[in-house]
């Protein structure tokens, strides 16, 4: 209250999409994926790699659905350009911090699993050039959860069919 500076209490709040929105969330012209929506839950002062990786994996894996290629590994050069940690970290950190992300986004079951395509060789890292010799050139599997999978491949299928539809009333 402004008058008494007394705190005064919210007791229910319901939030509604506006008519604009509505069909982005819901029906055939959906376009939101379900990730979209576990990315609000990560704060953008202190999470801000999450939602970005989050984004861009959300992104990947809708095409990687449709052109069957979910086991196609991603270049950590490409992850990091796409997170963009700050330059204040040094390689070291830069790699904690990005695997820290990666665990956090499994803990929370936003993705299933993620792991290297090769064994890292610990003897290289901390040598002068590591980091952008070696390190950043490296491929990491992430794979998206089942119900991610489920999810696309329905949008799939309903796109599909929603073509089917069109074409064959664009031929009569």
Do not use: C
């Amino acid at each position: 209250d402004k008058k008494t500076g007394e705190a005064k209490g919210i007791y229910a709040v319901q939030v509604k999409p506006s008519p604009v929105l509505t069909p982005y969330l819901d029906g055939p012209n959906r376009t939101l994926g379900l990730l979209d929506l576990k990315v609000f839950q990560y704060s953008h002062y202190t999470q801000r790699e999450h939602k970005r990786l989050t984004r861009y994996l959300n992104l990947q894996w809708k095409i990687r659905t449709i052109r069957r290629s979910l086991h196609q590994p991603f270049k950590v050069s490409t992850l990091l350009k796409i997170m963009d940690i700050s330059s204040r970290y040094n390689g070291v950190q830069k790699r904690d911090k990005f695997e820290n992300v990666l665990d956090e986004l499994q803990k929370d079951s936003v993705i299933s699993s993620w792991s290297y395509t090769e064994e890292i060789d610990e003897e290289q890292v901390g040598k002068k050039g590591w980091f952008q010799g070696y390190w950043t050139k490296l491929n990491v599997l992430i794979l998206p959860t089942d119900i991610v999978v489920k999810e696309n491949q329905k949008k799939m299928m309903i796109d599909s069919n929603r073509l089917v539809n069109e074409d064959r009333k664009s031929v009569v």
